[in-house]
């Protein structure tokens, strides 16, 4: 009798443990765990160009002609890179923002975005605050209200 109900609690032990690592897999078959904050799935956008919760790649139209991430770009901080082939600005929040208009790599002061939704026609669509369109490099992204709303989080926790 003793021996039978061992066989049992061990059973169900067994088959607990073998749940809990199917789902331990299965959570890590997403990229990012769906808990994470918005900035942090913000973070995996920026860095991979894919979406959070399935790693399928983001569409975009324009840019150069090889896959690349934000921060191939921009660089891990948001704050620019100067290469042979392009010269990109800081587009961190703050800077984007800057009511005395965003410092340009140069130095100079550029325009402002006064709100969200024009950082989202610029990221979307390659036009800057003042209608005019962004030069070539910077790819046109076909984000999903989601995707955008991470990234912008993103951008704003940048310091
Ligand atoms: C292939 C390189 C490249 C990639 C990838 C790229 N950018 Fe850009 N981006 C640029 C360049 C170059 C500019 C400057 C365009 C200009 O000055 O007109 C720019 C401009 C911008 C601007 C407008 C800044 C301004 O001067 O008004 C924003 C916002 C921006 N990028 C966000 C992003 C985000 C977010 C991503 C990723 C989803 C991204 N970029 C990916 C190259 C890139």
């Given at each position: 009798m003793n021996r039978t109900w061992l066989v049992v609690a061990l059973l169900t032990i067994g088959i607990g443990a073998i749940g809990l690592v199917v789902t331990a897999a299965l959570a890590q078959s997403?990229?990012?765990?769906?808990?994470?904050?918005t900035v942090e799935r913000g973070r995996w956008i920026y860095f991979t160009a894919t979406n959070p919760d399935t790693g399928a790649p983001i569409p975009y139209s324009g840019g150069m002609m090889m896959p690349m991430a934000c921060a191939d770009c921009h660089g891990a901080d948001g704050r620019g890179l100067r290469t042979p082939m392009f010269v990109s600005p800081d587009i961190r929040y703050r800077n984007l923002t800057d009511p005395a208009g965003m410092r340009e790599p140069d130095g100079t002061r550029g325009h402002a975005y006064r709100s969200d939704e024009e950082i989202r026609r610029a990221i979307t669509e390659g036009i800057g605050p003042d209608g005019e369109p962004l030069a070539w490099p910077m790819p046109r992204w076909h984000l999903t209200d989601r995707e955008l709303e991470d990234l912008l989080a993103f951008l704003k926790a940048l310091p």
């Amino acid at each position: 009798m003793n021996r039978t109900w061992l066989v049992v609690a061990l059973l169900t032990i067994g088959i607990g443990a073998i749940g809990l690592v199917v789902t331990a897999a299965l959570a890590q078959s997403r990229p990012v765990a769906t808990t994470a904050s918005t900035v942090e799935r913000g973070r995996w956008i920026y860095f991979t160009a894919t979406n959070p919760d399935t790693g399928a790649p983001i569409p975009y139209s324009g840019g150069m002609m090889m896959p690349m991430a934000c921060a191939d770009c921009h660089g891990a901080d948001g704050r620019g890179l100067r290469t042979p082939m392009f010269v990109s600005p800081d587009i961190r929040y703050r800077n984007l923002t800057d009511p005395a208009g965003m410092r340009e790599p140069d130095g100079t002061r550029g325009h402002a975005y006064r709100s969200d939704e024009e950082i989202r026609r610029a990221i979307t669509e390659g036009i800057g605050p003042d209608g005019e369109p962004l030069a070539w490099p910077m790819p046109r992204w076909h984000l999903t209200d989601r995707e955008l709303e991470d990234l912008l989080a993103f951008l704003k926790a940048l310091p």
